[in-house]
């Protein structure tokens, strides 16, 4: 679990501020992406779960304030007063799997401005890095088109906590499992395995590793490649002959080649020796462009394995994503900046439909009425979590808003228009209002 202590320095800094000057009042902070990265049409929002578990068991221990006390310019008076802190406030949220899109809130926080300062370095870590592996397993799931998707990202994956929110997003995408046993257990993902190729390499001969390996898991999946592909292919067909109906194997698996031609070749190999059943799994450096061409030129593979370009989220591994306050003592508060321009106070996302197809955003202030479903829900009320649905119950919801998007945006590459998204007219104004009371009085032009 992260502890409180995982921020950066400048939100202890603030704190300490805030406390020195009496700032206390409440604020909102809401976490969004500028921009989407290339070839993405849409981010998928998640991290929701581990971002309430967070605030809910937030607190500084013994430990970590012994430890702050002995750091320059940390007075012992604040020190002394994080020991009670604890997150109080509200949290809204889109719920997982939902498409969110540039500028859109996935997340709002409304607390004390330094409860809620304190957790952005957190809250940023788990929802940014959550949404681009959702957003990536989706990908690929749907380049599958039906077939098998399996996690084989952990040993790749930036970090254990990464390797387990890769094998869930995976599973929430529509993936099928994971390798990741600690996964397995943590949410009750299926779990997939069988052998690597040193397993085989420790035995005399392949076909002796094969029927050793078989007759201790008959329904196993064994890994062809070790030496010569189609040779492999050849012993599980020469094991049927040797053990008959006490043959059980699931599947071959290929994990290198080329995988479109040697699965064509072991297709008509198994089938002409009757193992029409044997199934094909294939991996070794595979994304969602790669699965979509092996898919497109009908490759006899009926399950992938996907590592390393999923658990990093090779071709699109950040978003421009940032945790900004818009509203503090009541009063909305906004930013200028060239390309980063934030409109002040605190928003609802409104989505609307038409034949059951999404067809346009419109981000409003939170006390607006707009056509169209608001997006953001209360997930957490004065520190408690509200009840949240299973990882089974995302997992359909986020199927059924896949089904709710434009064909367009479904599209690997990116799309000819982006999804429309506006400013209400009143979000609009509270801005331009702002903007004018920027700007300096004009000053006079002496005389000459």
Same mark, same amino acid.
């Given at each position: 679990?992260? *502890?409180?202590?995982?921020?950066? %320095?400048? &939100?202890l800094r603030m704190a300490q501020a805030y406390r020195a000057e009496g700032m206390a009042d409440q604020a909102v902070f809401e976490l969004a992406y500028r921009k989407l990265p290339d070839r993405r049409n849409y981010i998928l929002a998640a991290g929701l779960e581990d971002v309430l578990r967070f605030l809910a068991r937030f607190r500084f221990t013994a430990d970590e304030l012994d430890w702050l006390r002995s750091q320059t310019g940390f007075p012992d008076a604040f020190v002394s007063s994080l020991e009670k802190l604890r997150f109080t406030g509200d949290v809204y949220a889109v719920p997982e799997g939902t498409?969110?899109?540039?500028n859109?809130?996935?997340?709002?926080?409304?607390? *004390?401005?330094?409860?809620?300062? %304190?957790? &952005?370095?957190?809250?940023?870590?788990m929802v940014h890095f959550q949404s681009l592996a959702l957003t990536k397993a989706d990908r690929i799931v749907r380049a599958a088109r039906g077939r098998q998707v399996v996690d084989f990202g952990s040993r790749r994956a930036p970090g254990g906590d990464a390797a387990l929110s890769v094998a869930r997003a995976t599973y929430l995408a529509g993936?099928?499992?994971?390798?990741?046993?600690?996964?397995?257990r943590t949410w009750g993902i299926p779990i997939f395995g069988t052998m690597a190729h040193s397993y085989i390499q420790a035995h005399e001969t392949e076909a002796g590793a094969f029927e050793a390996f078989a007759s201790l898991f008959p329904e196993t999946t064994l890994l062809v490649d070790t030496y010569?592909?189609?040779?492999?292919?050849q012993l599980v067909v020469d094991l049927k002959k040797r053990l008959g109906n006490r043959f059980r194997v699931s599947a071959v698996r290929l994990d290198s080649g080329d995988l479109a031609a040697l699965a064509r070749e072991a297709r008509r190999m198994l089938d002409e020796a009757g193992l029409r059943t044997v199934t094909i799994f294939a991996s070794s450096g595979l994304d969602e462009y790669q699965?979509?061409?092996l898919v497109e030129a009908g490759?006899?593979?009926d399950a992938f394995g996907v590592g390393t370009k999923l658990a990093v989220s090779a071709d699109a591994p950040e978003l421009d994503m940032a945790y900004k306050l818009v509203e503090y003592a009541g009063k909305g508060r906004?930013?200028?900046?060239?390309?980063?321009?934030?409109?002040p106070g605190r928003k609802q996302v409104f989505r609307q439909m038409r034949d059951s197809r999404m067809t346009g955003d419109t981000i409003g202030r939170f006390d607006e009425s707009l056509p169209g479903t608001p997006l953001l829900r209360l997930s957490m009320l004065a520190g408690e979590i509200q009840p949240q649905p299973s990882l089974e119950e995302s997992r359909h919801y986020m199927q059924d808003q896949i089904a709710q998007m434009p064909d367009k945006l479904l599209s690997l590459a990116a799309a000819a228009t982006p999804y429309p998204v506006d400013f209400s007219k009143r979000l609009t104004e509270d801005l331009e209002s702002l903007r004018s009371r920027t700007k300096p009085d004009p000053q006079p032009i002496p005389a000459h």
């Open positions: 679990m992260i *502890p409180a202590l995982f921020t950066d %320095l400048y &939100e498409p969110v899109f540039p859109e809130p996935l997340l709002q926080v409304v607390a *004390p401005i330094t409860e809620a300062q %304190l957790v &952005e370095t957190a809250l940023l870590n993936g099928h499992g994971t390798s990741n046993v600690l996964a397995g010569e592909t189609l040779e492999g292919v699965i979509a061409h490759a006899p593979i906004f930013k200028l900046s060239r390309g980063k321009t934030l409109h």
